[in-house]
């Protein structure tokens, strides 16, 4: 059973930096993909990053590209997402995902079985 606990979320303030963490259990799958999803009030779901087993490749959506990066520590098993220079718009809740099997291109929640419970980032205006 994948178990995904998100965890770092919180309030910080405009032009700040923040480093969510998803700590992940139970993935024994050779292929994976894990990927940072974010839901703002009244908006969908959006994939912003995810990283693949096939080629260790990642990938970060244009619309945070240059602010967020996403790595793994393969060691622990846990994943993060880097964020620099957040604004308002970043305000989410921010959710870890995987699936097992390689996922390419731009994450999409339906490609992902397994969930964190999310958490919350919060910027100002």
């Known amino acids: 059973q994948v178990q995904l606990v998100e965890s770092g979320g919180s309030s910080v303030q405009a032009g700040g930096s923040l480093r969510l963490s998803c700590a992940a259990s139970?993935?024994?799958?050779?292929?994976?993909?894990m990927a940072w999803f974010r839901q703002a009030p009244g908006k969908e779901r959006e994939g912003l990053a995810r990283?693949?087993?096939?080629?260790?490749?990642?990938y970060v959506r244009d619309l945070v590209k240059g602010r967020f990066t996403i790595s793994r520590d393969s060691t622990d098993n846990v994943l993060y997402l880097d964020m620099n220079n957040v604004n308002p718009e970043d305000t989410a809740m921010y959710y870890c995902?995987?699936?097992?099997?390689?996922?390419?291109?731009?994450?999409?929640?339906?490609?992902?079985?397994?969930w964190g419970q999310g958490t919350q980032v919060t910027v100002p205006s």
């Open positions: 995902a995987s699936a097992t099997r390689c996922v390419w291109g731009v994450p999409k929640s339906p490609d992902f079985p397994y």
């Open positions: 139970g993935v024994r799958s050779t292929y994976y993909t």
């Open positions: 990283i693949i087993s096939c080629g260790n490749s990642t």
